[in-house]
C-alpha cells in the first residue's frame, strides 16, 4: 500500500479484505510504503476480489486526515481443490454385459488417466472426455466371477484444476454386483442298479438357483422320470425314475442340457451333465424244459431239462 507522502496510524483494521486475510501492515520508508501478505480463505473460488482501504484512518505528518476510499487492483482465488463423483450405469451385471462409467469433476481437470482408477472385477476402456469435467469409459466385467460388492476407486491426487490445485484422497463410485457364472448340476442316481419293480431317486443339484428348468432338458434312457421338483428355490431338484419292463442294459446316463437353465441373473447354462451310470435288468426269467425220452416203457427213465433264459 502506497500513500501519496508518509502517514500515521494506519493498521489492519483500515483495511477490508474480501476472502482472505492480512497478516500486520509494516512500513520500512517512514510511513509511505506499507506491505502485508494475504493469504486467501481455504477451498474457496472467486474471480473479483479486492482489498479497500478507508483513508480516514490515517494522516499525514501535518495532521490532515485522509478521506474516502482506495481499493485495490483486482485478484482472483482458487483454493478449492477439484472432487470427483462416479456412477456405474449398470449395478447387476451378468455374462456378456458391459456398463457405462460417468467420472464427473467439479471443474475441468488435466493428469487424468485410467491409471488413477482401481478397477474391482473387471476392466475399464480408455477414459475420453470433451470438456475435461465428465469422463466416461465402458466397464467389461471378468467372466466367471460371482461377487455382490465393487467399487471404483478413484486416487484424487492424479489430477489438478486449471490453478494447479491437486486433488485430494479417493472418490468411491456406487456399487454394482457381477454374475458372470453359468449354472452348472451333478446328477447323483440313488439306486444304480435297478430290477423289476423297483424306482430310483435321481438329484439334480445345480450350483446355484436356476429358472426353466424341466423335464423336457433332461435325456432319460430306458425309462421314464417323473416331473423334477425343487423345494430350495431352484437349486435341488428331485424325480423318481422308473425302469422300462423287460429292459437288460448295463450302461445307462441320465443327460441334462444345460443351455435349458437360466440362474437369476439372467446367465444360460452351457454343454451337457450327465449322472452317473445305472444298470437296468427287468427282465424276468423264463424257462423251457426238455424230456429227453417222450415215449417210456418198463425199465426206462429219461433225462429232464431246465434250460432258463439266466442265471
Known sequence: ITFSEAVTGFTNADLTVANGTLTAVSSSDGGITWTATLTPTNNFTSSVNQITLNRAGVQDLAGNVGTGTTASNNYAIDTARPTASIVVADTALSIGETSLVTITFSEAVSGFTNADLTVVNGT?????????????????????????????????????????????????????????????????????????????????????AVSGFTNADLSVPNGTLSSVTSSDGGITWTAVYTPNSNVNDTTNLITLNNAGVADLAGNIGSGTSNSGNFTIDTVRPSATIVIADSALSIGETSLVTITFSEA
Not at 476402456?125 to 465428465?134: C, D, E, K, P, Q
Not at 466367471?144 to 484424487?156: E, G, P, V
Open 124 to 208: 475399464l476402456s480408455t477414459l475420453t472426455t470433451s470438456n475435461n469435467i465428465v469422463w466416461t469409459a465402458i466397464f467389461t466385467p471378468t467372466n466367471n466371477i460371482t461377487d455382490s460388492t465393487n467399487l471404483i476407486t478413484l486416487a484424487n491426487t492424479g489430477v489438478s484444476d486449471a490453478a494447479g490445485n491437486v486433488g485430494s484422497g479417493t472418490s468411491t463410485s456406487n456399487n454394482y454386483a457381477i454374475d458372470t457364472q453359468r449354472p452348472t448340476a451333478s446328477l447323483l442316481f440313488a439306486d444304480a442298479s435297478l430290477t423289476a419293480g423297483e424306482t430310483s431317486l435321481v438329484t439334480i443339484t445345480f450350483s446355484e
